[in-house]
């Protein structure tokens, strides 16, 4: 299913309102009907319960009650990560949780969670990511994901001052947290100038030889049409370089995560 044709589908589904009452229900964990016997069924009952309390729907709006059933929703089925952020990028406009919810559904390998990741990092503009205490969060933060935000925002300069040095040193901390699939990126960013002006060509192919290294499918064809007009003395260093960053990456927890 094309990206928009899935994004039509979720958003369409969310808007489908349910009967609205007047009576403010209970704050606490309503549990689910005896038809909802599967882990699945209990996992989309905690979800539209979160929907609920998100979004008030005949209930008194509480983000707190409702992050409680998205917690379980979550963790009865992961598919349900991109539907819980739609609700916080559609709805509540609160794009730092809808991030949140996108990675979390990224690191469990829920392929249109990964899509809608890569969605908002590409119109950071029209979802300013992060506020500043979303800002906070992700430096204190200590897992890859937020590394990886960190990244690209130093990268690209986006809400931030444009840091080389800041960029290189977040990417490196989603390396040691094992997000090898980033070698990758990190060839075409050097590549194509983004990670500095020295020696590029070489730098990059390196990064391309270590993701092929690492089984990164795209990067043995990245390298090769890199190193096609490279001088032999040029990929041999490249080649050196890689295998001191095999070495260092061979020393890290390594498990390839599907991040875009």
Known sequence: MA????RAFVIALLLVSGASTAVRAAE??????????????RANWDFWQGVKYAEGRGVAQNLKIAEKYFESAFTGDPENATLIGVVYEKKLKDF???SHWFEHG?????????DYLGFLYDHAKEHPLPNHQEFIRLRKSDDG??????GHMYLYGRNVERDLVEADKWFRKALRKGH???LADLGDYTRDGWLGPNRLKVRALAWYH??????IV??????LAISFHMPASETRAAEALSMKLIAELKTFDVKIYPFP
């Open 180 to 182: 090898i699939r980033l």
């Open 96 to 98: 730092a949780k809808s």
């Open 3 to 6: 990206m928009r044709s899935i």
């Open 28 to 41: 606490k964990r309503i549990p689910p009907p005896a038809e909802a016997n599967t882990a699945v069924l």
């Open 145 to 150: 994901f937020s590394a990886i935000r960190l």
């Open 218 to 223: 795209r990067a043995p064809g990245a390298a």
């Open 106 to 114: 990224a690191a469990a390998g829920v392929e249109q969670a990964v």
């Open 210 to 215: 270590a993701a092929a290294k690492f089984g």
